[in-house]
């Protein structure tokens, strides 16, 4: 039993403390959890699902569909992808393997589309955040 848990805090214990560390700087750093966004201060793919995921809690469909219209496709994707590692079924993984790499494909369009009708001008998060983690790190020093 005790060997089960040293091992168990080995394993998560850098993990952990990474994750701790870069959620502390981005708090430090005024700036959003995403890892693109917060580094280099542009958009992912992903930006905007957040704001959308709660635009739709609070049924403003307008606002998430602004937001990040991948908030309709990612998280039934992300449920199927869940229930494919707890299940380990190989012969379902090879349809559900074209799903994610459609879905992929779809972000990947949607979100060309976006970078080349709305940035860097458009709304969040399709602007230019000037809060990043390199930006507030090399002012302290000035």
Partial sequence: M?????????????????????VLLTWWAETSICPI????????????LTTAATA???GDILTALQSNAMI???PPVL???????????????RITRWIYLSTALIMFI???VRMTMYFPGGNYPMNIDDHTIPRKVFSSFY
């Fill in 79 to 93: 449920i199927l992808a869940v229930i494919d590692v707890c299940k380990k079924n190989p012969a379902r993984f």
């Fill in 37 to 48: 966004r917060a580094m280099t201060g542009l958009p992912c793919p992903g930006c905007g």
């Fill in 72 to 74: 309709f496709l990612v």
């Fill in 56 to 58: 739709l809690i609070r």
């Fill in 110 to 112: 949607y979100f060309a």
């Fill in 2 to 22: 005790q060997n089960s848990v040293n091992h168990r805090i080995k394993t998560y214990s850098l993990p952990i403390t990474v994750l701790i560390v870069y």
